[in-house]
């Protein structure tokens, strides 16, 4: 079984094929990319001289997503993706991405960690068929950044709830279970 806490680590031969040192076989771009959707950090070297290539195929890989319609990134964030590389001695762009980053993927954590353990409704018939529903849904919003679920800090779920959150949470699934026994018949 792979070691999914390390890197999975692809090399990249003279004849510029991608090979999967895991599996030994030959990956895509398209390969990669749902290896990192899966939660996968990946580090793709050049053979020859050893050289990290990571950084240029991920781009490769955005830019292919990018150049599909599938866009992620708005206009203005790329002017200023393009404005931080001519002042690049001061800007504190990368960081501010890193930081923002880490907490959408913590926030995903614990919103998808309070949808099933801490809500006392996880337990009720057809919760678990949501809870998949959510994720499937999280993950193709967020083109499936690693970290859903396994990393962050996880909430106490023996703190006190507010009574009002609970009645709404009820309200919002009784709700949905309407809706989803009118699509049903």
Known sequence: MADTQKPLLIKRYASRRLYNTETSD???????????????EVQIIDLKSGDDLT??????IIAEHE???????????????VRSYTTQATSVVPEFLAASFEM?????SKMLENMTKANPL???PGMEAMRAQQEAF??????GMSGMGSSGPQPDTDAPRDEGDLDEIKKQLADLQSKLSK???
């Open 26 to 40: 030959y990956v895509t771009l398209e390969d990669i990319a749902e290896f990192i959707r899966d939660g996968r």
């Open 55 to 60: 950084r240029q195929y991920l781009l490769q």
């Open 67 to 81: 150049s599909r319609g599938e866009s992620v990134l708005p206009i203005n964030v790329l002017n200023d993706l």
């Open 104 to 108: 959408l993927r913590d926030g995903q």
């Open 122 to 124: 996880a337990a009720m």
């Open 138 to 143: 999280m993950k193709a919003m967020t083109g």
């Open 183 to 185: 699509m049903s018949k």
